[in-house]
Antibody, heavy 121, light 112 residues
Framework: QVQLQESGPGLLKPSQTLSLTCSVS??????????WGWVRQHPETGLEWIGC???????YYNPSLESRVTISLDMSQNHFSLKLNSVTAADSALYYC?????????????WGQGTLVTVSS | DVVMTQSPLSLPVTPGEPASISCRSS???????????VNWYVQRPGQSPQLLIY???NRASGVPDRFSGSGSGTDFTLEISRVEAEDVGVYYC?????????FGQGTKVDIK
């Protein structure tokens, strides 16, 4: 059973960089056919896919965030990270890490519990 | 981006009665392999989303058979044959065909 756990600061000021880490247990981030990504949830606008990365099949980002976002794997720690720079209040949301399958049967099958990020001066 | 539009946004239900949620996409989600790329998730209170249905009509592992999905192209439906109290939550459709993956706005299901 794969388990995902987000960690990182919950309060940021505008223009700072959001940095979150997702620790993976019960599975390896180097396992083929899976991508490791992030989804955020705004109370007003719902669920938004941010992007994902994989050990061997590249990285995809939401074009709306691509200029500010980086998702990377740390194989030695079996975790992956999200960096979003130049944050504004609009980036305040509940951030989930997630595992994606993109084998032709595409879905998100595992989610972390979510971590709340607030951007405020 | 593909826009996913759900209706209704709120659905009060009576236990034991059926329930149905509609999802319409702004572009066809029928791929050349004959599969429809729509998933359904439920987010129960205080929890993360959970996969219910993938490829429009396939139940995920452990999902009760009272849940079923149907549809093709741009119109999809999630049905609950007999609602139980534990089915309370927000239901989302989602398309994993075209990047970026996008979600519907959610349908809140609660007990009358």
């Amino acid at each position: 059973q794969v388990q995902l756990q987000e960690s990182g600061p919950g309060l940021l000021k505008p223009s700072q960089t959001l940095s979150l880490t997702c620790s993976v247990s019960g599975g390896s981030v180097t396992r083929g056919n899976y991508f490791w990504g992030w989804v955020r949830q705004h109370p007003e606008t719902g669920l938004e896919w941010i992007g994902c990365t994989s050990y061997s099949e590249g990285t995809y980002y939401n074009p709306s965030l691509e200029s500010r976002v980086t998702i990377s794997l740390d194989m030695s720690q079996n975790h992956f990270s999200l960096k979003l720079n130049s944050v504004t209040a609009a980036d305040s949301a509940l951030y989930y890490c997630a595992r994606e399958s993109r084998t032709g049967i595409n879905y998100i099958d595992y989610w972390g519990q979510g971590t709340l990020v607030t951007v405020s001066s | 981006d593909v826009v996913m539009t759900q209706s209704p946004l709120s659905l009060p239900v009576t236990p034991g009665e059926p329930a149905s949620i509609s999802c319409r996409s702004s572009q066809s989600l029928l791929y050349s392999n004959g599969k429809n790329y729509v998933n359904w998730y439920v987010q129960r209170p205080g929890q993360s989303p959970q996969l219910l249905i993938y490829l429009a009509s396939n139940r995920a592992s452990g999902v009760p058979d009272r849940f079923s999905g149907s549809g093709s192209g741009t119109d999809f439906t999630l049905e609950i044959s007999r609602v139980e109290a534990e089915d309370v939550g927000v239901y989302y459709c989602m398309q994993p065909l075209r990047s970026p993956w996008t979600f519907g706005q959610g349908t809140k299901v609660d007990i009358k």
